[in-house]
């Protein structure tokens, strides 16, 4: 019973953490603006989901670096959009 628990709880946190970059990725692209976007915020949220794919590849835990690269792919998509709407001529 409580490893279903744990696995309804990491279930949930995982899906909120990959959703959560969802409605910025939205509206940098709808408004073409990202000025108020924290480059540096980005950047270490970046670099922590590195370390979260690769503490999941370490354990050999597919949900732990399944999620993380998810939530990677989505920050970076985030810091990419950044890029180009601040490199405006």
């Given at each position: 019973?409580?490893?279903?628990?744990?696995?309804?709880?990491?279930?949930?946190?995982?899906?909120?953490?990959?959703?959560?970059?969802?409605?910025?990725?939205v509206?940098?692209?709808?408004?073409?603006?990202?000025?108020?976007?924290?480059?540096?915020?980005?950047?270490?949220?970046?670099?922590?989901?590195?370390?979260?794919?690769?503490?999941?590849?370490?354990?050999?835990?597919?949900p732990?670096?399944?999620?993380?690269?998810?939530?990677?792919?989505?920050?970076?998509?985030?810091?990419?959009?950044k890029?180009?709407?601040s490199r405006?001529?």
């Amino acid at each position: 019973m409580s490893n279903l628990v744990a696995n309804t709880v990491g279930t949930a946190a995982a899906l909120c953490s990959m959703s959560s970059f969802a409605p910025q990725i939205v509206k940098i692209w709808r408004d073409r603006d990202a000025a108020e976007v924290s480059l540096t915020m980005y950047l270490v949220t970046v670099a922590g989901f590195c370390l979260w794919t690769g503490y999941g590849l370490i354990i050999a835990s597919w949900p732990v670096t399944v999620s993380n690269l998810i939530c990677l792919a989505m920050a970076a998509a985030v810091l990419a959009l950044k890029w180009r709407f601040s490199r405006r001529d």
